[in-house]
């Protein structure tokens, strides 16, 4: 399930892909697979060129007079049209619907038409071939001839909870790196079979819940399984890797914007009326119901938490992912922000943010410093009633710690002086590791402080460096890592090819979360029962091997194993609420009385955001 920038998002797929990916089909890097359709490709229906499995028998051939009727036009992005055969076979395995590529073409049909198309069969993959996307059969270069106008649509397939099979996808062919393309289509028994099954026919959802918020690109997530792993908010919880929530489908709109706005929804609410039109699969999400109706969202209310105040015994600790802030930003970004930091956090004691950017932002020319985005960010939680907060950071190498390129994103702590003191230790850089030391009282001590922890270790290549700090709070020293570990950019979706899909970035992760682990071993070593929080956004999973690796020989323990789970989660992604933001604590923080933990859910739930992340808050008595 990456965590994947949709900022370069094509918009228009290229005939010329299409192109590639028939050269592939035809080197063998796309196997075509056996149907059980004698048809030949002079004369063929619909359901021959898809076939019983995912791939086309007739890929890369040409067939003439497809008939079918025109279900919706598409005439923006990947231009084309779907058409529907009218008179199904016996087999639930093979679709009646197909799309038809025109690319820069005029588009002269429109729904209801009866045509005859003739074309090319081939296998496009959304995103490309390395994507481990499955594939879309489409006919490519068509000549078209409308045969009658005015025609009833096909009846749509109602897809609801009773159809789609609690089983998400089969195990892949192991003596196909596995992938489930050569395998037969059993939409009887599994969620990706069924969906697979109907791909470019015409379906119709009932009334829905939203389970993922209308997005910059006029999209939500929906779930036709309401009861299927529900969030306490509305969502639909990503509890483990086997919870992949079948009833999700991406919704999307034939209509252009220009001519119809599309529904603006948070998670919770209803798409009253449901949605009707063809089946797609696109790179973005996979399965997704491209309606030609959509009903009206009903409002149901999602307010913005606020976490409680901190008592006066208490340290509150918190993480927030700002999404790439940098002075170049709108002051509403900040304004926005800093009152959440004031109104929804509460103005934490230490504030550890990810995704501060360098004072010019984007522009790739050297700078590394963050004084300024740091002295508008703070002035803006002033403005906004909070206090004074000073700040702690190490600024980068440039171009060193990933992210986008010139912006230089970095961790850095904010702290209330009022409430807290930092321990500075030292002048840390960029490339210096800080240590463990036993300080003349016998208590653990940082070398550095601010201090980066292990930065030459090949773990944090392109990656962001966990920055530490030694915090004294009554007189109690508490120490604080912040992380911001790698993406999972490179990572399958669950609408893999693959099943269960390639998680590529998890290597990289499980090495970072033992280079913490470590780390905070190393300063039990000297201090076992030392106050040691570790913070951030780890895109990873409480059930994840990395979060097992930050966990390993006890040393930390994930905060949000404390809620209950259907409170579990800090980010939506593809309809599914999951964790990628922790906080971890120390034997000693837990044996101190206990600590209060909030996910504070305040931007992933709702389409208007400040960040996509929301944030989390620990308190404790040290």
């Given amino acids: 399930m990456p965590h994947i920038s949709r900022a370069t998002r094509p918009a228009v797929r290229s005939a010329a892909f299409s192109a590639v990916v028939a050269t592939a089909l035809a080197a063998g890097l796309l196997a075509a697979t056996s149907s059980s359709s004698s048809a030949s490709a002079d004369e063929v229906r619909i359901h021959d060129i898809q076939g019983t499995t995912r791939l086309s028998p007739l890929a890369n051939q040409q ?17 084309g049209f779907w058409i529907q055969d009218p008179k199904a076979d016996a087999d639930p395995a093979t679709s009646e619907g197909v799309f038809v590529y025109t690319g820069s073409a005029a588009l002269t049909v429109k729904a209801g038409d009866a045509v005859r198309v ?40 109602t897809v609801n909870a009773k159809k789609v099979p609690s089983a998400y996808a089969p195990d892949g062919d192991p003596a196909n790196s596995g992938s489930i393309n050569a395998l037969p289509l059993k939409p009887r028994s599994y969620a990706l079979d069924l969906y697979e099954s109907l791909e470019g026919m015409n379906v119709t959802v009932g009334t829905s819940r939203v389970v993922g918020a209308t997005d910059p690109y006029s999209e939500l997530w929906i779930t036709v399984k309401p009861h299927e792993n529900p969030a306490r908010r509305g ?16 919704i999307q709109q034939l209509a252009p914007l220009a001519e119809q706005p599309f529904p603006k929804a948070n998670v919770g609410d209803v798409l009253s009326g449901g949605a009707e039109g063809p089946l797609d699969f696109n790179q973005f999400g996979g399965y997704t119901l491209v309606g030609r109706t959509l009903g009206k969202v009903t409002d149901k209310g999602l307010v913005r938490e606020k976490t409680r105040r901190q008592a006066k015994s208490e340290l509150a600790v918190a993480t927030y992912n700002v999404e790439n802030l940098d002075p170049t930003d709108p002051q509403t970004k900040f304004d926005a922000l800093a009152g959440a930091v004031v109104s929804n956090l509460a103005s934490p004691d230490v504030l ?22 740091l002295k508008k960010f703070t002035d803006a939680i002033v403005a906004a009633g909070g206090p ?40 840390g850089d960029a490339t210096t590791a800080t240590d463990v030391v036993r300080s003349s009282g016998g208590r653990a001590a940082l070398t550095l402080s601010p201090g980066r922890i292990d930065p030459a270790n090949t773990a944090w290549a392109d990656s962001r460096k966990p920055l530490a700090g030694e915090f004294t709070f009554r007189g109690r020293t508490v120490f604080v890592v912040a992380n911001h570990f790698g993406s999972k950019g490179g990572d399958e979706g669950l609408t893999s090819q693959h099943q269960p899909p390639v998680r590529s970035s998890e290597a990289k992760r499980l090495r970072q979360a033992e280079a913490v682990n470590s780390f905070v071993r190393d300063v039990r070593k000297v201090e076992k029962d030392a106050d040691v929080v570790v913070v951030g956004d780890v895109n990873d999973f409480e059930f994840s091997a990395t979060a097992q690796a930050l966990e390993a020989e006890g040393a930390l323990k994930s905060a949000v194993k404390s809620l209950p789970r259907s409170e579990r989660y800090s980010y939506v ?50």
Avoid at 364 to 372: K, Q
Avoid at 398 to 417: A, S, Y
């Fill in 388 to 427: 004074r907060y000073e700040w702690r950071s190490i600024d980068p190498q440039n171009n060193k710690d990933g992210g986008e390129p010139g912006g230089n994103i970095r961790q850095v702590f904010l702290f209330n002086p009022e409430r807290v003191s930092f321990t500075d230790r030292g002048k």
């Fill in 63 to 79: 067939v003439t007079g497809v008939t079918g009727i025109v279900t919706g036009v598409r005439s923006y992005g990947s231009k």
């Fill in 352 to 373: 550890a943010l990810e995704e501060i950017q360098d004072d010019n932002g984007a522009k790739n020319d050297g700078t590394v410093s963050a004084e300024a985005t």
């Fill in 573 to 622: 992604y593809q309809g599914n609420s999951q964790v990628l933001d922790q906080i971890l604590t120390s034997p000693g923080v837990r044996a101190g009385g206990g600590f209060a933990f909030d996910s504070v859910h305040i931007n992933a739930e709702f389409a208007e955001q400040n960040s996509d992340h929301d944030p989390q808050v620990l308190r404790f008595r040290p």
């Fill in 118 to 157: 003739s074309g090319t069969v081939s296998e496009y993959v959304p995103g490309g071939a390395a994507s481990g996307n499955q594939s879309l059969t489409q006919l490519t270069k068509p000549t078209v001839t409308v045969e009658s106008s005015g025609n009833a649509l096909p009846a749509p397939v």
């Fill in 235 to 250: 969502g639909a919880l990503y509890g483990s890797y086997s919870a992949q929530n079948t009833g999700r489908l991406q």
